[in-house]
C-alpha cells in the first residue's frame, strides 16, 4: 500500500465530514481502550491528529516501557536522517598487487560496508553476489592469487551480539551476529530429513555447507513423536539431536559464529567454480593492515538503505535492523558499534526535539529490554518523520494492515479497514511486551499517529484485542458498522 499524499491539511476535508468522525474519535478511542483491559498489565496509549498536532489521548503517555520491535521505528528513522533516502551500501572487492600473466602478485581484499543484502532474499539465489564477484576476478584477467583473500570487516567492530541479549537466544536467526561482512543473514539453513528406516540417522543438510554439523537425530516410524532439536558443541558445530519421523522434511535457519569468514569460505568456492586457483587462504583482515598503492578495484556491490529499512519494518528482521544501526554509528568515520549506533539514535531524537530520556535505545532491533520508549516520544518522533522529506520511504517502509507478507497479514482484514493501518509490530512474548505504533488513515480523510505500548500481560492476545480496537477508532467504522456494538469488532486470527 503505497502513501496517500494529502494536497491540503485536511481542514476541507474535516469541515466536510460528519461531525460524528471530527468530534467523537477521542470518546471511541477511550471507549475501546476501556472496552479491553488488560488484568496486571501497564498499558500507555498516546494517538495525535496530524492536522493541527493536537494529543486527542493519553494514557500514561509518558511512562518508558519496553518496546521490543518497536525500537525498529527509531533505527530505521535515524538512518534516514542520518544517510539520506538514497544510501547505499558497498561492498567492495579489490586486488592488492600487480597482475602478471594471469597472476595477482598479492592478496584479494574483501571490504565490508555493513550490507545485510547478501543472500537470496531478492534473487532466490544465495549465492548470486558471491559469483558475481568470482566473475569479476576471471574477467580481469586473474587465474592464480599468490596471496589471501582478506576480509575487511573493520567498518564494524568485532563485538557480533549486544550484551544484553539473552544467551539463550544465539542460536536462533532472530539474534544472528552483526558483521560488516555478513552472507545469508549470517545463518545457515538447516535441513532435517527422516530417513527410509526406522532407526536409522535422519538425512541432515546445511546450506551453504560450510558449518560443522553433528547429527545424533534419529529416525521414528510415522506417527510416532518426533522433536528435533539443536544445540551448539563447544567448538562451535550445530548439533542436531532428537528424533524425526520417515520422510518427513523439517528445516530451521540456525546462526554462524563467524560471519565473516563464512562469506569468505563461500567465495573462496565460487573463485574455485570460476577457474580462479587461492593459493593462501581466507582470513581476517591483521590489525594495521591496509591495501597497498597497486590495488585496483574489481566490483563493488550496492545495495539500498530504502530496501533494508523496508525489510527491517515489514518482516521485523532483526539482523536487517542491528547492520542498520551499526551502520549509522559508523557514519562519522569511527567504527560501528552498538554504543556508536545508539549515540547517533540519541542525537537524532534531539534533532527530532524529544526530551532526553524518553526513548534508549542499546541495539537496533528491540530484542533487549533495556529498549525503552514512552508512547508519547514514539508518536512524537513518528509525527516528526511524516512531516519530514523522509516521509514517503518512511511510511512505505511500514507494515499494513490486511497486506500479505507483512506482520500485520492477519489483521483488522474488514474491508473498510483494508489497507488503512501503517505500523510497526513488537513482541517479546515470555515478558509479556505487545507494541504498535504507526498511522491511521481515517475515513474522514484525517491521518493520526499512534504508539499502543503494554507490558507485563499474562498473555498478548488481549494486548492485540487492544491495540487493533485502538486502530478502529482511530479509522472511524462507517456509522452502520458503530451501530452493531459499542465494542468495535475483534479481526480474525490476530498474529504479530
Not at 571490504?111 to 539465489?125: N, Q, V, Y
Not at 563461500?266 to 597497498?292: H, I, N, P, S, Y
Amino acid at each position: 500500500m503505497r502513501l496517500r499524499l494529502h494536497a491540503l491539511l485536511l481542514a476541507g476535508a474535516l469541515a466536510a465530514s460528519p461531525a460524528w468522525a471530527a468530534e467523537d474519535t477521542a470518546a471511541r478511542v477511550e471507549a475501546a481502550i476501556a472496552a479491553n483491559p488488560i488484568k496486571g498489565a501497564k498499558v500507555a496509549v498516546c494517538a495525535r491528529r496530524l492536522s493541527d498536532g493536537a494529543e486527542i489521548v493519553g494514557r500514561r503517555p509518558r511512562e518508558p516501557l519496553s518496546i521490543a520491535s518497536n525500537a525498529k521505528l527509531v533505527t530505521t528513522a535515524a538512518a534516514l536522517w542520518r544517510l539520506g533516502a538514497d544510501y547505499q551500501f558497498q561492498t567492495r572487492l579489490v586486488a592488492d598487487g600487480a597482475v602478471k600473466e594471469g597472476v595477482l602478485k598479492g592478496n584479494l581484499i574483501l571490504i565490508g560496508g555493513g550490507d545485510p543484502g547478501i543472500s537470496g532474499r531478492a534473487t532466490g539465489d544465495i549465492f548470486h553476489v558471491p559469483a558475481l564477484m568470482a566473475k569479476a576476478v576471471k574477467e580481469a584477467g586473474i587465474v592464480t592469487v599468490e596471496g589471501d583473500l582478506v576480509l575487511d570487516d573493520r567498518f564494524f567492530d568485532r563485538v557480533l551480539r549486544a550484551p544484553t541479549w539473552p544467551a539463550e537466544d544465539s542460536l536462533w536467526w532472530y539474534a544472528a551476529p552483526v558483521s560488516a561482512l555478513s552472507f545469508n543473514d549470517n545463518c545457515a539453513d538447516i535441513s532435517v530429513t527422516g530417513a527410509a528406516k526406522t532407526g536409522a540417522p535422519a538425512i541432515v543438510d546445511a546450506q551453504p555447507p560450510f558449518v560443522r554439523l553433528i547429527n545424533r537425530c534419529v529416525t521414528v516410524a510415522r506417527g510416532k513423536a518426533a522433536n528435533v532439536g539443536f544445540s551448539r558443541a563447544a567448538g562451535g558445530a550445530i548439533v542436531v539431536e532428537g528424533t524425526i519421523e520417515s520422510g518427513r522434511p523439517y528445516a530451521e535457519s540456525i546462526t554462524v559464529e563467524e560471519p565473516a569468514l563464512f562469506l569468505g569460505q563461500v567465495l573462496c568456492r565460487e573463485l574455485e567454480k570460476a577457474g580462479v586457483t587461492l593459493q593462501g587462504a581466507a582470513r581476517l583482515v591483521r590489525g594495521g593492515e591496509k591495501a597497498g598503492d597497486k590495488a585496483t578495484e574489481l566490483y563493488v556491490w550496492r545495495s539500498s538503505l530504502t530496501e533494508a529499512i523496508t525489510i527491517a519494518n515489514q518482516r521485523s528482521q532483526n539482523f536487517y535492523a542491528e547492520q542498520i544501526f551499526k551502520t549509522i554509528g559508523a557514519s562519522e568515520g569511527r567504527p560501528g558499534s552498538f554504543e556508536s549506533g545508539a549515540a547517533t539514535v540519541r542525537a537524532f531524537c534531539r534533532a527530532v526535539q524529544l526530551p532526553d530520556g524518553v526513548v534508549t535505545l542499546v541495539d537496533g532491533c528491540g530484542l533487549s529490554l533495556e529498549d525503552k520508549a514512552t508512547a508519547q516520544a514514539l508518536a512524537g518522533m513518528l509525527e516528526a518523520m511524516y512531516r519530514s522529506k523522509f516521509r514517503e520511504p518512511y511510511f512505505n517502509s511500514l507494515a499494513a494492515n490486511a497486506e500479505p507478507k507483512s506482520t500485520l497479514s492477519k489483521r483488522m482484514g474488514e474491508p473498510w479497514m483494508a489497507g488503512r493501518i501503517h505500523a510497526k509490530t513488537g513482541t517479546i512474548e515470555s515478558r509479556g511486551i505487545s507494541a504498535l505504533s504507526g498511522y491511521a488513515e481515517a475515513l474522514d480523510g484525517e491521518t493520526y499517529v499512534f504508539s499502543i505500548l503494554t507490558n507485563g500481560a499474562s498473555g498478548l492476545s488481549r494486548a492485540r484485542e487492544l491495540e487493533d480496537a485502538v486502530c478502529r477508532a482511530l479509522v472511524q467504522a462507517p456509522p452502520r458498522e458503530a451501530a452493531r456494538k459499542d465494542k468495535p469488532p475483534k479481526s480474525e486470527g490476530a498474529k504479530p
